[in-house]
């Protein structure tokens, strides 16, 4: 018998792994994590980051997804109800089934925050030593206070009411924005340590000696002034926004039997409504169309709904006493060519002019500045942004709100102040000639708005500004799902009381409405490029997901299947 | 203790007292009898083991490869068409390095529909990289059943124990059956040298491209040529505990013959009687019996007919178009020798045709009296009748 | 879809060598994440036989046990036997095969343990062709395939082997439609297959293969998704062969599943109605066996 050992044992069993195969080299194209720009953001003329606020909200984060909302805007719950929001008709959703139901989901933030009482986040910026006069605590002045306090600048505020808001307090009816809601977001932009005097009148006195006192000052007056009507007998016609003004400080009466209200805006509509509530029985009398009508539709419809008579192709001639009331001529009118602005002009039809009694004719065609320096003059010095004027020199003066906003609404004032806290505070810290730089490089995608967040380099800065389209959303994640409504009050009801018409979403139906969006360029950690990476190349990290190019093969899963356009391939260089 | 068993039993005892862990199997004539008992002894609780009854052979070899994979002893028994049928999971088990053992039951392969004794199938597996046993009777089947595991543990190769159809299978004889506390001393519960574990996870028998297919395929063949002295160490261990020896070759006076007679299985039996006969009428004839086929033992070939004047190899089996198997394989063995012995090639008893002692006697008279061995291989046996009918 | 952060992998290693967008390696990550790491794979010839790595790698933080390619559901079952024996009864065993080594070669085996109720969980993972080989026609390609062997006008006229119905007639304890596209379902079918011990399981996976299909690779899952919502691969439940549960399916028409692959491409509209009726009747027959589930289940409920 022979001895024997054993030998090795050579066979096929693993003593290694895969890793050492570093199939990246295969890839010709390479995922890439780009944040994009969704369309409602670039259209929200207060720059919030949309996407981000449903991100959140559907996942119950409400405080982040509050804080979101007033990193961009400190009016959240004023806005939620007032704002003709752009963003819903800019919103992808819309190719699909129907947008998103941002506004009333910004109520139900704003809402929740309020009811929470939660502080404006101050960002503790360092103290700059500077200090700025506001003239007016109107939306644009309060939010330019808001910013410029969040970037470290005293703030004064200088408000010739008694109370400060502006057309918030004074032109919109309580039926349509409670004024406890308009204190609460005030008090809190004042807890972020800004001053506010009311009662104090800004007049060119105050410029010269604030000229002393102040780095710069900020104009926000707003449109004060009735627009006139220049028809003969003018004086026999009610101001429309005084009648607003004086309803909200007290007044409960007015004309009975039908009131003529002249306009097709929204001051119109308030007013009529407003009038409605007092026991009139308005009718709306609009020289154009009525799908040329300014006033947003759900209002005009809601007035409608409430008993407002709406009569149109009728222009207004003359005005005349008559027992009781006013006699108002009124000449029939019909539509002809657009005009320079694009507007089907009215032109008179050809028939004789009517005559009508009314108990009393209000106008509610807007207003205008109320001084002439309200507004910047045409100096060279002056550097004209998309929502504001800055007057540059030893004493800077930023105009802010109507006068140079492109449209007229609550919305846009927030962006003009804040455009011009973000204008000042680059002009204090880098001087005259990096203000229109900084101010283009915090831009919500294409613009016009800016953003504090891209301002402060924070997460947004780091989205492209390309917006995301709708074909680049990855429908297969997103069945029709119907758009949740807020519900109203019985128009029968509503028109008897300055109660709120509409009420705010229910919490699951906010939810379920914020999880209907696509959230566009906006990560919300769906997980798909990780959970689908064929080669397990995709980690979930603290902050956010990584690539691990040393084995991904390029093939492109990820991007396809990131429902909402974060993902994008890039060629690699050879 | 002594019990009368027929073959069949004989292997199923053995693996029941190696304690094998998971038996599969699919019946054929004449390997049946085998996986009924171990079935039987599953059922009874007389064997703590899992029996997989399968819709294949190529199943059952299947069951065993993934049971033997976890470390556990496992059993399987075929025959002729069956182990055929197997044919590719032979070379994966043998490559898995799998210590499997299997009962083989020589039979023909059809067609005809033939389920005689014939070495045809076990011989066409010879390069599936299976150590080979070849017994002569129901007791060495036993014995080299035992021995089989003990071998195919040490060397991480399967190992068939292969018995004759019928004259082995289905005959009853006198077997010793070892009591089960001395076959535990022989034969230790597995000790695997690889298994699959979740606790150290390893891929089992992937892809092997060129740069290392050779090596491995080496490594195999080392096995191979460690496995006779292995075979015989495991043998000495048996001897010591049961009394028995269970060489890979077996030579009975084959120093002083004239002609030694080379014979595997049970034509052994009637050869000894044979040569018996012989001896007492004065002839110098030697008996070889060999048992291990793969790997083949040249060296022992060597030593044993080395000297011998003539050799006659009687095979039970055939490659076509050149003859008997062991007769070639031993052929090649000896023509390293300066001098070789003329190598008598005979068939006979193919699919399950009585080989009597007359045939024996036959070949004996004819090695003696030729001048030379033919060229090809002689048929012993062939009905004139049937040739004569096959001409016209 | 899960929120919960993940800095691993899982149980597998990065650098497998599976062509991109390879629907196979996402069906193997889903499939892990619900078995764990208490896993055995056994995985006969097949694409992920060799993407798992080639000699010395593998892929998997679990064994394999790679097996010829006729016998993977045996080869599980043997090694349940080997672990059962040695008191491992924790270990799941899964058989991980490929359209080949299920609906053909395989599928006498398969046959075999499911007959015997071995305790596996077996997995055909369907990318309907021989793609290892390069893209030869099985029993698994659907009607319309062009392949390898199947190819120009020669294009497969025969319809795809219902595998499922037929491990239904084994009655297996368990049997599910899943789709790499619908991750949760994917990954609830592996979890409820891995706790239903004691009995086979089956689970067919819709695991497509860009490279063999004539799609772009970052579409792996969208072709995947399409196929379940032209409701040609729809996600159903099979219990005891008997009680059937649809998970998913749906109405868009199969046109936009075909047309968009390279292997449908030459399809002219007549064979998309033919393809849309089978697809239509295939539908009908399930939604009959759910209804009669349900009623069979209501009377024995009342009884």
Redesign the interface.
């Given at each position: 018998?022979?001895?024997?050992?054993?030998?090795?044992?050579?066979?096929?069993?693993?003593?290694?792994?895969?890793?050492?195969?570093?199939?990246g080299a295969?890839r010709f194209a390479r995922p890439v994590f780009r944040p994009k720009t969704a369309p409602c953001a670039a259209a929200c003329p207060a720059g919030i980051d949309i996407a981000r606020v449903e991100m959140f909200a559907a996942?119950g984060r409400l405080h982040e997804a509050w804080q979101t909302i007033a990193r961009e805007n400190p009016l959240p719950a004023v806005c939620g109800r007032v704002c003709f929001h752009p963003c819903e008709a800019a919103c992808n959703r819309a190719q699909l089934d129907a947008p998103i139901a941002i506004n009333a989901l910004e109520r139900y933030l704003g809402d929740a925050a309020l009811a929470a009482g939660t502080p404006l986040a101050s960002f503790d910026a360092p103290d700059l030593g500077r200090k700025v006069a506001i003239a007016g605590a109107g939306p644009a002045g309060l939010a330019a206070a808001c910013f410029l306090a969040r970037l470290g600048v005293s703030v004064e505020i200088f408000e010739a009411a008694a109370e400060p808001g502006g057309v918030l307090r004074w032109g919109i009816p309580a039926y349509r924005l409670p004024k406890a809601v308009l204190a609460r977001e005030i008090e809190r932009i004042l807890a972020l340590g800004v001053g506010l005097h009311c009662n104090r009148a800004v007049d060119q006195a105050f410029l010269a000696e604030a000229a002393g006192r102040f780095d710069a000052v900020i104009i926000g007056v707003g449109f004060s002034a009735p627009v006139r009507l220049h028809i003969p007998g003018e004086d026999r016609v009610a101001d429309g926004l005084d009648f607003l003004r004086r309803v909200q400080t007290g007044q409960t009466e007015a004309p009975r039997g039908e009131v003529a209200v002249i306009g097709g805006g929204n001051t119109a509509i308030d007013v009529a409504r407003t009038l409605l509530r007092l026991g009139a029985r308005p009718v709306i009398v609009y020289r154009r169309r009525r799908r040329d009508m300014p006033a947003f539709i759900h209002e005009i419809a809601a007035a409608e709904a409430e008993g407002v008579r709406i009569e149109t192709l009728l222009a207004p001639v003359g005005v005349a006493a008559d027992a009781g009331g006013v006699r108002l001529t009124l000449q029939p009118m019909r539509p002809d060519q657009p005009g320079g602005d694009g507007r089907v002009r009215a032109v008179p039809a050809g028939q004789a002019p009517t005559v009508r009694h009314f108990a009393a004719v209000f106008s509610g065609i807007g207003a205008e500045v109320g001084a002439f320096w309200h507004r910047p003059a045409d100096e060279a010095e002056t550097l004209r942004l998309s929502h504001c004027a800055l007057r540059l020199g030893q004493h800077p003066i930023a105009y802010v709100g109507d006068p140079v906003t492109p449209a007229n609404s609550v919305a846009d004032a927030i962006g003009s102040g804040k455009q011009a806290a973000l204008a000042l505070h680059t002009l204090f810290t880098e001087g005259p000639r990096a203000v229109a730089r900084a101010l283009q490089d915090c831009r919500v995608g294409p613009g016009p708005a800016v953003s504090l967040e891209i301002y402060q380099g924070a997460e947004r800065a780091g989205r492209a500004s390309r917006t995301v389209a709708f074909a680049d959303i990855?429908t297969?994640y997103f069945p029709v799902a119907a758009r949740r409504h807020p519900s109203a009050l019985p128009p029968g009801r509503a028109a008897a009381t300055f109660d709120e018409t509409l009420e705010a979403l229910a919490p699951g139906e906010a939810l379920a409405e914020a999880g209907r969006c696509f959230n566009c360029g906006v990560c919300n950690?769906?997980?798909?490029c990780?959970?689908?990476?064929?080669?397990?190349?995709v980690?979930?990290?603290?902050d956010g997901r990584r690539i691990?190019l040393?084995?991904c093969?390029?093939?492109?899963?990820c991007?396809?299947?990131c429902p909402r356009a974060v993902l994008e391939?890039e060629e690699e260089s050879a | 203790m002594r019990q009368v068993l027929e073959g069949s039993h004989a292997i199923s005892e053995a693996a029941r007292l190696a304690r094998v862990q998971v038996v599969s199997g699919y019946p054929i004539t004449p390997q049946t009898h085998i996986i009924e008992a171990l079935s039987q002894h599953c059922a009874d609780g007389t064997l703590a083991a899992r029996f997989i009854p399968v819709e294949s052979e190529h199943s059952a070899m299947s069951a065993v490869i993934g049971a033997a994979a976890t470390g556990v002893r496992a059993f399987t028994a075929t025959s002729s068409h069956g182990l055929a049928l197997m044919h590719e999971m032979l070379h994966w088990a043998a490559a898995a390095r799998l210590p499997i053992v299997m009962g083989e039951v020589n039979r023909a392969l059809g067609p005809g529909w033939n389920i005689w004794m014939d070495q045809s199938d076990s011989l066409a597996q010879r390069d599936t990289g299976w150590i080979q046993l070849y017994c002569e009777d129901a007791q060495d089947a036993l014995d080299t059943t035992l021995i089989g595991f003990r071998l195919a543990e040490a060397v991480n190769l399967p190992v068939m124990v292969i018995i004759d159809a019928f004259y082995i299978s289905h005959t009853y004889e006198p077997v010793d059956v070892p009591e089960q506390a001395a076959v535990d001393r022989f034969l230790p519960p597995p000790n695997p040298r690889f298994r699959l574990d979740p606790a150290d996870p390893k891929s089992l028998y992937p892809m092997v491209g060129p740069p290392a297919f050779m090596e491995m395929r080496r490594s195999l063949q080392d096995a191979m040529e460690v496995a006779e002295a292995a075979l015989a160490q495991a043998a000495a261990a048996f001897k010591t505990e049961f009394g028995r020896s269970c060489p890979p070759i077996e030579a009975d006076g084959c120093e002083d013959a004239e002609i030694v007679l080379v014979t595997t299985g049970s034509i052994t039996s009637t050869a000894r009687l044979v040569v018996e006969d012989l001896r007492a009428r004065g002839e110098r004839v030697g008996l070889c019996k060999l048992k291990l086929f793969r790997p083949f033992p040249a060296e022992g070939i060597r030593r044993v007919l080395g000297r011998a004047p003539r050799v006659a190899v009687i095979d039970r089996n055939v490659s076509f178009g050149v003859g008997g198997i062991f007769a070639q394989e031993i052929r090649s063995a000896l023509c390293s020798l300066e001098r070789r012995p003329p190598v008598f090639s005979y068939i006979v008893g193919l699919g399950g045709r009585d080989v009597p002692p007359e045939t024996i006697a036959e070949i004996y008279r004819s090695t003696r009296e030729a001048a030379a061995p033919d060229p090809e291989s002689r048929w012993v046996g062939l009905n004139p009748e049937l040739m004569g009918a096959a001409a016209r | 879809m899960s929120q919960a952060l993940n800095t691993d992998r899982g149980l597998t290693y990065p650098g497998n060598v599976g062509c991109p967008g390879c629907g196979a390696n996402i069906a193997v990550n889903h499939a892990l994440r619900a078995l764990g790491e208490k896993t055995i794979l056994v995985i006969p010839a097949c694409c992920y036989a060799i993407v798992s790595g080639p000699y010395p790698q593998t892929a998997l933080k679990v064994p394999i046990l790679h097996s010829a390619f006729a016998c993977s559901a045996v080869t599980a079952s043997g090694v349940r036997a080997g672990l059962d024996m040695q008191g491992d009864t924790e270990t799941t065993v899964v058989a991980w095969a490929g359209d080949g080594g299920t609906f053909d070669i395989g599928l006498q085996s398969l046959s075999g343990a499911a007959e015997r109720g071995d305790d596996i969980i077996f997995v055909c993972y369907d990318n309907e062709a021989y793609m290892n080989t390069g893209v030869q026609r099985s029993s698994s390609t659907p009607y319309g395939s062009r392949t390898t062997t199947t190819p120009g006008q020669g294009w497969k006229k025969t319809r795809k082997k219902n595998i499922m119905e037929i491990m239904a007639a084994h009655r297996v304890a368990y049997a599910a439609t899943a789709n790499i596209a619908y991750p949760d379902d994917f990954m609830r079918k592996f979890a409820r297959a891995r706790e239903a011990r004691g009995a086979t399981r089956f689970i067919h996976v819709f695991a497509s293969c860009p490279t063999g299909w004539g799609v772009a690779s970052g579409h792996a899952i969208k072709i995947a998704r399409l196929a379940t919502r032209t409701s040609v691969f729809p996600l159903y439940e099979i219990e005891n062969g008997t009680d059937y549960t649809l998970n998913a399916g749906g109405d868009l028409p199969v046109g936009d599943y075909l047309t968009v692959q390279g292997r449908f491409k030459h399809l002219a509209p007549e064979d998309l109605a033919l393809v849309q009726a089978e697809v239509d009747r295939d539908m009908a027959l399930i939604q009959e066996k759910v209804a009669a589930t349900q009623v069979r289940r209501a009377f024995f409920k009342s009884a």
């Open positions: 018998m022979s001895a024997w050992s054993r030998p090795p044992l050579l066979f096929p069993v693993s003593h290694t792994t895969t890793e050492a195969n570093r199939t295969w996942r990855n297969d950690d769906c997980d798909n990780r959970i689908f990476c064929p080669d397990q190349t980690q979930a990290v603290r691990d040393d084995y093969k390029g093939c492109g899963v991007t396809v299947e391939m | - | -």
